[in-house]
């Protein structure tokens, strides 16, 4: 295969670019896509899925303009819902209409799930996933403390699960199926 991108035929740079399926995506064309998308969303999509994706995003940026949220639960990620439009966005940055961040749908919520996540040091970290049913992103998961690693006894570790249970509780119990794994 040449060095060039299969979206937009520019050339590749040493790092930041994604093998799809059927192609390879440059890293600018990897920063419009959703930051969701793990390097296995890459591998599943061809360049026509990928170009689906581009086309989703564009779409997005509109929607995410007018999303103005009637309630914000800030944490190293915030989660900013609009319960009477059926929309929420989960961003890392305040500035999420510039991000792209995408708007995301009650109606498509599986699951969420509070995950303990055991490293190889045997410490933990607090992961907060969100299972979908929308073919564009159906898995969003992200880590609740601050910083990697922490002992089970620590305070840290209590108020990242805290900050972890008001996420959730953001939620209603008619928005989805909750799930809570500890
Ligand atoms: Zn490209």
């Known amino acids: 295969m040449d060095n060039k991108c299969s979206i937009c035929g520019g050339n590749l740079t040493d790092f930041g670019s994604r093998d799809l399926k059927d192609g390879i995506v440059c890293r600018y064309c990897v920063k419009k896509a959703s930051p969701w998308l793990s390097d296995e969303d890459y591998l599943k999509k061809d360049v026509k899925a990928f170009r689906r994706h581009l086309e989703y995003r564009e779409k ?5 303009d007018s999303f103005e949220p009637q309630k914000t639960i800030e944490g190293k990620y915030s989660i900013y819902l609009n319960r009477n439009n059926g929309e929420f ?32 040091t045997g410490n933990y970290n607090l992961l907060m996933q969100f299972r979908l049913k929308n073919k564009e992103l159906d898995n969003v998961c992200f880590r609740v403390n601050e910083f990697p690693g922490l002992e089970k006894e620590s305070k840290e570790y209590k108020s990242a699960l ?19 794994e500890v």
Do not use: C, P, T
């Not at 805290?162 to 809570?180: H, I, Q, R, S, T």
């Open 60 to 64: 997005n940026q509109k929607k995410v």
């Open 89 to 120: 966005v989960i961003s890392k940055r305040k500035d999420y209409k510039k991000d792209n961040a995408d708007v995301l749908y009650y109606k498509d919520i599986k699951d969420i799930s509070i995950i303990e996540e055991k490293d190889q």
């Open 162 to 180: 805290d900050k972890a249970y008001e996420y959730l509780n953001g939620f209603d119990e008619e928005d989805g199926l909750v799930f809570v």
